[in-house]
Nanobody
């Protein structure tokens, strides 16, 4: 069973930065694509970013140019550096692991992952 634990949420002013981390249990972390979704109050969960086994990161248009996704396979950890934060970035951020390392085999990667963390709250004040 894969367990995912997120770290790094908090309260920040607009324009500030936060870094989220997601650590995964289990083997072969480097073989799987990972991602982040977020959910704002009263809204549906939405895709934020993903990274495949070759470190190709893809982003939602709303965060492109502001967020940077990376992974450290030696630590079984993925990082989301969030810069120039806006109030609309507020929400619970969920880490997910996909069933494959390659985007070609996870065509719905912007819709959902397979395993999920508990989430971490990010609040951006104006």
């Amino acid at each position: 069973q894969v367990q995912l634990v997120e770290y790094g949420g908090g309260l920040v002013q607009a324009g500030g930065s936060l870094r989220l981390s997601c650590t995964a249990s289990g083997r072969a972390f480097n073989a799987y694509a990972m991602g982040w979704f977020r959910q704002a109050p009263g809204k549906e969960r939405e895709f934020v970013a993903s990274i495949d086994w070759l470190d190709e990161a893809r982003y939602a248009d709303s965060v492109k140019g502001r967020f940077i996704l990376s992974r450290d396979n030696a630590k079984n950890t993925m990082y989301l550096q969030m810069n120039a934060l806006k109030p609309e970035d507020t929400g619970v951020y969920f880490c997910t692991r996909y069933n494959s390392g390659q985007y070609a085999y996870i065509p719905s990667y912007r819709s959902s992952g397979t395993y999920w963390g508990q989430g971490t709250q990010v609040t951006v004040s104006s």
